[in-house]
T-cell receptor
Framework: GDSVTQMEGPVTLSEEAFLTINCTYT??????LFWYVQYPGEGLQLLLK?????DKGSNKGFEATYRKETTSFHLEKGSVQVSDSAVYFCAAGDSGGKLQFGAGTQVVVTP | DAMVIQNPRYQVTQFGKPVTLSCSQTLNHNVMYWYQQKSSQAPKLLFH???????NEADTPDNFQSRRPNTSFCFLDIRSPGLGDAAMYLC??????????????FGQGTRLTVV
């Protein structure tokens, strides 16, 4: 079945630093790819998505590009803020809409 | 303008006492999901409804059941909660469709404590 692997955390950064969280997937077809963010005690919020190869999703300064050749969907942000501290989940969606999540990466941004 | 609403946000139940968690949506989405998320782990899909069709994940224990009386509401019933069932339970919806292009919208979750 589909699976998603993302880098382990926690990732600790200073404010205004560059953030990258690696995510790779295995799938039999061509899944849609998502990044979700989870703040403490809350549900998951969609951060961005891409539905086909070479699509770039972007939102709130975050970006990720669907790379079919490397089966990757790495999340990047050029300048993080303390408010970006959260857990980030990469996910792949199959044709039936079911999501397979990665293990999550905790990001801690310090002032 | 909450779109997926879970009640309650926090639920404490006794070991072995049946408990029901509820989820409602204002999005008119076809698909509703229940996920279990334990501390520091990824959400794990328990089951989902596509309209009235129930789809159980193979490794979901029989202790977990679900009902969807109409498009807007979906319930998670835990028949005999054990200490290992303490977790955050997340409800999500999506439009459904064959293209897989449908993102999931999550509620804020219900934190279940078993005492």
């Amino acid at each position: 079945g589909d699976s998603v692997t993302q880098m382990e955390g926690p990732v600790t950064l200073s404010e205004e630093a560059f953030l990258t969280i690696n995510c790779t997937y295995t799938a039999t077809g061509y899944p849609s790819l998502f990044w979700y963010v989870q703040y403490p005690g809350e549900g998951l919020q969609l951060l961005l998505k891409a539905t086909k190869a070479d699509d770039k999703g972007s939102n709130k300064g975050f970006e990720a590009t669907y790379r079919k050749e490397t089966t990757s969907f790495h999340l990047e942000k050029g300048s993080v803020q303390v408010s970006d501290s959260a857990v980030y989940f990469c996910a792949a969606g199959d044709s039936g809409g079911k999501l397979q999540f990665g293990a999550g990466t905790q990001v801690v941004v310090t002032p | 303008d909450a779109m997926v609403i879970q009640n309650p946000r926090y639920q404490v139940t006794q070991f072995g006492k049946p408990v029901t968690l509820s989820c409602s949506q204002t999005l008119n989405h076809n698909v509703m999901y229940w996920y279990q998320q334990k501390s520091s782990q990824a959400p794990k899909l328990l089951f989902h409804y596509y309209d009235k069709d129930f789809n159980n994940e193979a490794d979901t224990p029989d202790n977990f059941q679900s009902r969807r009386p109409n498009t807007s509401f979906c319930f998670l019933d835990i028949r005999s909660p054990g200490l290992g069932d303490a977790a955050m339970y997340l409800c999500a919806t999506s439009r459904g469709g064959s293209n897989g292009n449908t993102e999931a919208f999550f509620g804020q979750g219900t934190r279940l404590t078993v005492v």
